[in-house]
């Protein structure tokens, strides 16, 4: 195929049908693509630089090694996509629908998907420094060995997740629900876990937790953890499972 035909970058693509097509190594650069349908279509290491990808649908599609920094993929449907090794460094994924995608190995550093979805999704290895999760879905997601460093996750919901390993050092955990989440190992020095639900949490210890920032009763600890307040500032923590 023609190297010119790949490119097309810049272009006004809205609505436009890519269903099913090879999309390997084009250039979207900058191209409207609102509303555009790449469900099943394979776009391996394509260029997406501030591409407008807003209410796309891409189910199931690929996007491995594709560039998509400072993309708009806003309220895009991306439900079982592959986007392994991807760049998102601060892409909008704000409302995004990314259920049971695999973003594992992805550059999401400074990202934007506050009230996204990523139910049972695989961010393995993701770099999420500084990013706003803000009310995001994450129940079920995958976040082993997560970069997740000075992120806004407030209200975020980790429900079953997995964060083994996970950075969250400097964090914002406040009013974030991590009820059943699997907490081997994570790092939550200096995260604010203020009105956090920590209910049936797995994993969870005292040396993890006396490293964050919370009040006296602000907080749902697992039964595993017993907190005694020796004042509004001081606490004794007893973990049975030490």
């Given at each position: ?9 810049g272009k006004e693509l809205i ?35 501030r591409a407008r990808l807003r ?143 920590f209910s049936e949490a797995l ?40």
């Amino acid at each position: 195929m023609d190297s010119s035909t790949n490119d097309l970058s810049g272009k006004e693509l809205i609505g436009k049908d890519f269903n099913g097509q090879n999309l390997v190594e084009f250039d979207f650069s900058e191209a409207d693509l609102t509303e555009a349908t790449l469900n099943d279509a394979d776009c391996s290491r394509a260029v997406f630089y501030r591409a407008r990808l807003r209410e796309a649908r891409a189910a199931k599609s690929r996007f491995r090694e594709a560039n998509l920094e400072e993309a708009n993929l806003s309220n895009a449907l991306f439900q079982e996509a592959d986007f392994t090794s991807v760049d998102l460094e601060g892409a909008d994924l704000r409302g995004a629908d990314f259920t049971r995608a695999d973003l594992s190995l992805s550059n999401m550093t400074g990202i934007y998907m506050n009230e996204a979805t990523f139910v049972n999704a695989r961010l393995i290895e993701a770099d999420l420094k500084a990013g706003d999760l803000r009310q995001a879905n994450l129940s079920g997601a995958d976040l082993t060995g997560a970069d997740l460093r000075y992120s806004n996750l407030e209200g975020v919901d980790l429900t079953g997740a997995k964060l083994h390993g996970a950075d969250l050092t400097g964090a914002d955990l406040s009013r974030a629900q991590l009820r059943q989440a699997d907490l081997l190992n994570a790092d939550f020095s200096e995260c604010k876990i203020l009105g956090a639900d920590f209910s049936e949490a797995l994993h969870l210890k005292c040396s993890q937790i006396e490293a964050t920032l919370f009040k006296k009763d602000s907080v749902t600890f697992p039964a595993s953890i017993q907190i005694s307040w020796l004042s509004e500032t001081e606490y004794e923590c007893r973990c049975t499972t030490d």
